[in-house]
């Protein structure tokens, strides 16, 4: 059984056209993260949600949207997608805010390339 | 600035050598110390934490890491590298007090040679 899965794991896609990454996990966490890591395989967290609540919010374009209709899912849409959009997204789930320090678990990474 | 740095980009050892990857950090008080693995085509796998105590902490498949409070530093070290640990190598901190949100360095590509 797949702790966090993502889909798709792979997205190529057109530069103005709009997407979504799904992100579901089944360890009973209830605190869900999106982190885009770069060309050049830098993290940087963009989202946070506990509870289907969001937390933490990145500067980050408000073309990308999460969405969180359950603690077990929190899904990201992206608007008008851009070259510079190209990276790896990673899911992450961890048991509560202040249970970060036990490590996260993250999904495989889908791959957004923009053309 | 608060920050954690991995000062080797890529490293290249032999299998069966030993290993060390760097990890240095700059935070007012002591941060929540990590290492993580990123395999290729994989998410991050946490390797070991350091939270308080005993300054050498061991984790899986056979890595063991140095928290030096007057280094600020925090080496990930294995006595005998194998072809599998070929890999991604990311420190991550956590700042003690306020909000806890990881923050990762920019990561180490271990290649592995026969």
């Known amino acids: 059984d797949t702790a966090v899965s993502q889909t798709p794991k792979y997205l190529v896609t057109q530069m103005g056209n709009d997407k979504s990454i799904k992100c579901e996990q089944n360890l009973g966490h209830d605190t869900m993260y999106w982190y885009k890591q770069d060309s050049k395989k830098f993290l940087k967290i963009m989202f946070s949600y506990n509870n289907k609540e969001l937390i933490i919010n990145e500067t980050v374009p408000n073309r990308f949207s999460p969405k969180s209709p359950d603690k077990a899912h929190l899904n990201l849409h992206i608007n008008s997608l851009e070259l510079g959009d190209s990276a790896v997204y990673f899911c992450a789930s961890s048991q509560g805010l202040d249970r970060a320090l036990v490590g996260y678990t993250f999904g495989s990474g889908t791959r957004l390339t923009v053309v | 600035a608060q920050s954690v740095t991995q000062p080797d980009i890529h490293i290249t050892v032999s299998e069966g050598a030993s290993l060390e990857l760097r990890c240095n950090y700059s935070y007012g008080a002591t941060p929540y110390l990590f290492w993580y693995v990123q395999s290729p085509g994989q998410g991050l796998q946490l390797l070991l934490k350091y939270f308080s105590g005993d300054t050498l902490v061991q984790g899986i498949k056979g890595f063991e890491a140095e928290f030096k409070r007057s280094q600020s530093s925090f080496n990930l070290r294995k006595p005998s590298v194998h072809w599998s640990d070929a890999a991604e190598y990311f420190c991550?901190?956590?700042?003690?007090?306020?909000?806890?949100?990881?923050?990762f360095g920019t990561g180490t590509k271990l290649q592995v040679i026969p």
């Open positions: 991550a901190v956590v700042p003690s007090g306020g909000y806890q949100k990881v923050t």
